[in-house]
């Protein structure tokens, strides 16, 4: 399935690097979701955008940079991270923030691990 | 109080049992509810979505209590391939959709 892509799958850093996460949808959405999913922990949503703009930033650190240029891209931009941030990056989308019967499609994930 | 709890399991069943699964959720204004699925180092994959009057796909069925607040998941004659994390997940947001996730009841069916 190729609805919801992320680039790169694994990704290993240090505490002083730059990276950037990458996401695509290919579902003609027009929402689209950052989560962070620790072991042992439900998924918890980072941010969120619709049409482009932020909707939501669920108390996340400066560290943690979204960026949407078109609604079907999202990044992740990443800077001097601690190793608590090693975690499954997930990428969803939705057809809108609105519709009550909307669903979301998880992209594979990024597998973060900082060092 | 969670938004959303799920007994974490794991629920260990031979092949052809039947298992359930229940989640609770915290806000009764809540609007959807779904079943997700998720199997080892995957992403969430939507099983189901559960409406108020039950319903049915082939051997999952899916509940909903407004009530009580509780979602249930059925699944009838469990097969091996069956063997995953099932997340709820409920949509509580009042202006746009606001999806929370429980942490996820493990299956693990054995031959």
């Known amino acids: 399935e190729t609805g919801v892509t992320q680039t790169p799958r694994h990704l290993v850093m240090g505490m002083t690097n730059k990276k950037s996460l990458k996401c695509e949808q290919h579902?003609?959405?027009?929402?689209m979701y950052w989560y962070k999913q620790s072991a042992k922990k439900p998924l918890e949503l980072m941010f969120v955008?619709?049409?482009?703009?932020?909707?939501e930033n669920n108390s996340v650190p400066s560290r943690f940079s979204p960026e949407c240029p078109n609604s079907s891209h999202l990044f992740l931009h990443l800077h001097t991270l601690q190793p608590e941030d090693s975690a499954l990056y997930l990428c969803a989308s939705s057809p809108s923030l609105r519709g009550r019967t909307d669903t979301q499609y998880f992209g594979p994930g990024t597998r973060l691990t900082v060092l | 109080r969670k938004e959303v709890e799920q007994d974490p399991g794991p629920f260990n069943v031979p092949e052809g049992a039947t298992v359930a699964f229940n989640c609770t959720y915290s806000n009764s204004a809540s609007q959807s509810f779904f079943w997700y699925r998720q199997d080892c180092r995957k992403e969430p994959k939507l099983l189901m979505s559960v409406y108020s009057s039950g319903n049915e796909d082939g051997r999952f069925t899916a509940q909903l209590n407004r009530a009580s607040q509780y979602i249930s998941l059925l699944i009838r004659d469990s097969k091996l391939s069956d063997s995953a994390t099932y997340l709820c997940v409920v949509n509580m947001g009042a202006t746009f959709n606001k999806f929370y996730f429980g942490s996820g009841t493990k299956l693990n069916v054995k031959p």
């Open positions: 955008y619709n049409f482009k703009e932020q909707t």
């Open positions: 579902l003609g959405h027009n929402a």
